[in-house]
């Protein structure tokens, strides 16, 4: 695991050259990003770099709610955000029916050449709450009360926010061949400690990123307090 620790700006700007430059070598490139507040300030850098050509890749959202309104859905957060700047169009989301068959689409496509990802306090990765299994594959999730705090603000109260979301399985998200997670802020502090120095266990989704061989960690220095 790879760890970079700067400010917040600079991080979005090295998270936006890293895609970009992916994307130079190979424009045809199939990459995963979650929706969320961590990716924010990365989706503008993109958006904002005339430079950045993301029009020939195939994008595969890493989760969605089950049953929220279009205009509270990730992919309609993504798309404001990024694809529609960037003219991407080639787009996947995962299914509620059939959850499964959205890894045979990913490897229909030779698989995700990078996944993009925020962390949650309870150290969720996608919908991929604790206690999930490693081997699982897309599938769908029940979301927890911590979960569902998090989201409290973007469907104006925790009420609101669904119950369930389908997202791509630890599995699916650990096969990927290059894995960049973001975390911002000391609320991140103890799960990022959690994530890089704990064991391996279900009770941390996020650990099961220690395994894998192309992960790079990109945190602000609140984040990273409580690495050594």
């Known amino acids: 695991m790879k760890i970079i620790v700067d400010s917040k ?59 929220a309104d279009e205009s509270l859905s990730c992919a309609h957060q ?54 999930t299994l490693y081997d699982t594959h897309t599938h769908v999730q029940q979301l927890t009360d911590s979960t569902k705090r998090m989201k409290a603000d973007h469907f104006g109260g925790v009420e609101n926010v669904p119950d369930m979301g389908v997202t791509m399985g630890l599995k699916t998200i650990c096969s990927a061949k290059n894995v960049i997670l973001v975390a911002f802020g000391e609320e991140k502090a103890e799960i990022i400690h959690k994530l890089v120095y704990g064991k391996t266990t279900t009770c941390v989704p996020a650990a099961m990123l220690q395994m894998h061989m192309n992960m790079t960690l990109c945190l602000d220095k609140e984040a990273a307090s409580k690495l050594d």
Do not use: Q, W
């Open 9 to 67: 700006e600079a991080i979005n700007k090295l998270v936006s050259s890293m895609v970009k430059k992916l994307v130079s070598e190979k424009p045809d490139a199939c990459l995963a990003f979650t929706a969320g507040r961590s990716l924010e300030g990365v989706f503008a850098e993109l958006a904002s770099d005339e430079t950045a050509d993301l029009s020939g890749c195939e994008v595969f959202n890493v989760c969605e709610y089950i049953g």
């Open 78 to 131: 993504l798309n404001e955000e990024l694809y529609s700047k960037k003219g991407i169009t080639k787009l996947h989301n995962p299914p509620e029916e059939n959850p499964e068959s959205y890894d045979d689409e990913i490897a229909a496509h030779s698989g995700l050449d990078l996944v993009v990802l925020g962390i949650g306090l309870n150290g969720h990765i996608g919908f991929n709450e604790p206690a």
